[in-house]
């Protein structure tokens, strides 16, 4: 856990994390935002396999970044979101699967490059064909992983009005 903190630290103290009040509005646009990344990535599907890479893993980080806007975060970084999530994780702010958080940062079970990796060859180079499996694979699990991500935002809503019933106090960071 120190690693995951002491990078939060030092995203903190460059400004790419900020501390601010939980966002409900902001994380619900995320999540929305994360769904229409994963329509755009299927519409991309026959013939534009560049841009279903990078609209999954779009649709994953903006899922993050919903997490971040619920928990009261607001970052201006890849990297710094994705260690975010996993030091929510790790202090137990969260319940969330540290694989789905890997997969992002690395997809093993695809290619040896990361999931953003494979966005920045993709979208910065020239390639356009990627193999089909890997695409079905990648758009599977940004599915499973935004699926994911929205159900963990309504528990936490859920146990945020739970509270509130018992303690008549809304939730503030």
Same mark, same amino acid.
């Given at each position: 856990m120190q690693n995951t903190k002491s990078k939060l630290? *030092?995203?903190? &103290? %460059?400004?790419?994390? %900020?501390?601010? !009040?939980?966002?409900? &509005?902001? !994380? %619900?646009e995320h999540i929305e935002k994360a769904k229409h990344n994963l329509r755009a990535a299927e519409h991309c599907l026959k013939g534009?396999?560049? *841009?279903?890479? !990078?609209?999954?893993?779009?649709?994953?980080? @903006?899922?993050?970044?919903?997490?971040?806007? &619920? &928990?009261?975060?607001?970052?201006?970084? @890849?990297?710094c979101t994705i260690n975010t999530v996993d030091f929510l994780i790790e202090t137990k702010e969260i319940v969330f699967d540290k694989e789905d958080i890997s997969y992002i940062r690395t997809a093993e079970q695809m290619t040896s490059k990361d999931a953003k990796s494979l966005r920045e060859e993709f979208q910065y180079g020239t390639e356009t064909k990627v193999n089909e499996i890997l695409l079905n694979d990648m758009l599977k699990k940004s599915k499973e992983i935004v699926e994911k991500v929205e159900i963990l935002l309504n528990e936490i809503d859920s146990l945020q009005e739970n509270k509130t019933e018992r303690t008549g106090v809304k939730n503030v960071k």
């Amino acid at each position: 856990m120190q690693n995951t903190k002491s990078k939060l630290d *030092w995203c903190i &103290k %460059k400004e790419l994390i %900020k501390n601010i !009040s939980p966002n409900d &509005k902001t !994380s %619900k646009e995320h999540i929305e935002k994360a769904k229409h990344n994963l329509r755009a990535a299927e519409h991309c599907l026959k013939g534009f396999g560049d *841009w279903v890479v !990078s609209q999954c893993y779009y649709a994953m980080y @903006h899922s993050l970044l919903a997490i971040l806007f &619920k &928990k009261g975060y607001e970052s201006r970084n @890849h990297e710094c979101t994705i260690n975010t999530v996993d030091f929510l994780i790790e202090t137990k702010e969260i319940v969330f699967d540290k694989e789905d958080i890997s997969y992002i940062r690395t997809a093993e079970q695809m290619t040896s490059k990361d999931a953003k990796s494979l966005r920045e060859e993709f979208q910065y180079g020239t390639e356009t064909k990627v193999n089909e499996i890997l695409l079905n694979d990648m758009l599977k699990k940004s599915k499973e992983i935004v699926e994911k991500v929205e159900i963990l935002l309504n528990e936490i809503d859920s146990l945020q009005e739970n509270k509130t019933e018992r303690t008549g106090v809304k939730n503030v960071k």
